[in-house]
């Protein structure tokens, strides 16, 4: 049997720096700019218009904010967390 072919080639392993604060903020921005949404406007059809563009201005601040804010996190994280080994 022939193994499976991949959907799509996967990036070289010195992109995941970049591709998962790409996908965490994308996923984070969306929760919370749901949630914010509907506080501001309550569950209406007006949030189904008004959240992906929050959503889209939330992403763009958040993802070149959390690539110069990691490091920053990482080294408080362990100062604070005692590291293995």
Same mark, same amino acid.
């Given at each position: 049997m022939t193994? $499976?072919r991949?959907f799509?080639r996967? *990036?070289?392993? /010195?992109?995941? $720096?970049? %591709?998962?604060? *790409?996908?965490?903020? $994308?996923m984070? &921005?969306?929760?919370? !700019?749901?949630? !914010?949404t509907?506080?501001a *406007?309550?569950f &209406?059809?007006?949030v189904?218009?008004?959240?992906?563009?929050?959503?889209i201005? !939330?992403?763009?601040v $958040?993802?070149?904010?959390? *690539? %110069?804010?990691?490091? %920053?996190?990482? /080294?408080? &994280?362990?100062m604070? %967390?005692?590291?293995?080994g």
């Open positions: 193994p $499976a991949p799509f996967k *990036l070289p392993a /010195r992109y995941g $720096a970049l %591709v998962m604060p *790409l996908i965490l903020t $994308a984070m &921005t969306f929760v919370i !700019s749901g949630i !914010s509907v506080n *406007l309550g &209406t059809a007006q189904l218009r008004d959240w992906p563009r929050a959503w201005m !939330s992403w763009i $958040a993802y070149p904010t959390i *690539l %110069v804010v990691l490091p %920053v996190v990482r /080294r408080l &994280t362990a604070v %967390v005692d590291q293995p």
